[in-house]
């Protein structure tokens, strides 16, 4: 409820007031006072004349404090209601990108009117390493493209935002970031916070959600507004990298991609 500098002024206050409770005995029974107020009449009218302003001033301390306390009181309240709307709607925000990976569909038709089909998260893991891109002549030199996965093993990582049938994960992406850029532009909390509400975000991501997440802020899809998202919130501390097409894919996204915020910080 009070600030240090106000404890500081406090405690002084305090201090002032105890040198008045001992004003009668400093008065009448030290031998060192200049004059000898036990003369003058009732030491009570006395002491009474020279502590009447001062309890006034008290009164109007304590006044002062009770509507003080108040308004802290009703500061912390605005805080609160702040702090709970934007929760309210982070996890509102949360439960629609759930809603939206598990309805996540993916058709690959086989020969003889054959399909397989992926549905929610499953989708990521099977773009990622058996979906079946076919030959293609901008794939020169390039085995079989067998998933995600190959095509940025033999192929620059640019070559992600060539490939159409991923489309269908773009709303899952567009609304990721958004997110997380929510998160990022909210001026209720501070940067500790923020991590820390990312990390809520990150945790409900799959090991291969990260692995595409990886992959399409690499591309032109994400390079440039969600890439720096990713980095600022850690948001690859726990990818296994060991999925990557290739290892050395890693050092594509600044260090702090992969380090928590502090040492204090939640993974």
């Known amino acids: 409820m009070f600030s240090n500098d106000f404890k500081k002024y406090l405690k002084w206050i305090c201090i002032?007031?105890?040198?008045?409770?001992?004003?009668?005995?400093?008065?009448t029974k030290f031998p060192f006072c200049i004059s000898d107020f036990s003369?003058?009449?009732?030491?009570?009218?006395?002491?009474?004349?020279?502590?009447?302003?001062f309890v006034a001033?008290?009164?109007?301390?304590?006044?002062?404090?009770?509507?003080?306390?108040?308004?802290?009181?009703?500061?912390?309240?605005?805080?609160?209601?702040?702090?709970?709307?934007?929760?309210?709607?982070?996890?509102?925000?949360?439960?629609?990108?759930?809603?939206i990976t598990n309805n996540l569909i993916f058709v690959e038709k086989k020969g003889?009117?054959?399909?397989?089909?992926a549905?929610?998260?499953?989708?990521?893991q099977y773009v990622y390493e058996d979906y079946n891109f076919g030959l293609d002549s901008k794939y020169d030199n390039t085995p079989i493209i067998v998933g995600v996965k190959t095509?940025?093993?033999?192929?620059?990582?640019?070559?992600y935002t060539d490939l159409k049938e991923l489309g269908c994960l773009d709303h899952y992406f567009r609304h990721l970031y958004r997110v997380f850029k929510y998160i990022n532009d909210s001026d209720v909390i501070d940067d500790t916070d923020k991590y820390k509400y990312a990390c809520m975000v990150?945790?409900?991501?799959?090991?291969?959600?990260?692995?595409?997440?990886?992959?399409?802020?690499?591309?032109?899809?994400?390079?440039?507004?969600?890439?720096p998202l990713i980095e600022t919130y850690a948001i690859f501390n726990n990818i296994r990298v060991e999925l990557l097409a290739r290892q050395e894919h890693k050092i594509l996204y600044e260090e702090k991609a992969y380090q928590k915020l502090n040492d204090n910080a939640q993974s």
């Open 16 to 27: 002032f007031f105890l040198i008045i409770l001992f004003l009668p005995v400093l008065l």
């Open 39 to 53: 003369n003058t009449g009732p030491i009570g009218d006395t002491i009474g004349g020279i502590m009447g302003p």
């Open 57 to 99: 001033i008290a009164a109007a301390i304590l006044t002062f404090l009770a509507f003080w306390v108040q308004f802290k009181a009703n500061e912390q309240q605005r805080k609160d209601i702040t702090l709970e709307r934007f929760e309210s709607n982070l996890f509102e925000l949360i439960h629609i990108q759930q809603d």
């Open 112 to 117: 003889n009117n054959n399909k397989v089909q």
């Open 119 to 124: 549905q929610g998260r499953d989708v990521f």
């Open 151 to 159: 095509l940025m093993r033999y192929q620059s990582v640019n070559r």
């Open 202 to 227: 990150r945790a409900s991501l799959s090991q291969y959600e990260l692995i595409m997440l990886f992959y399409n802020c690499l591309s032109s899809n994400g390079n440039e507004k969600f890439k």
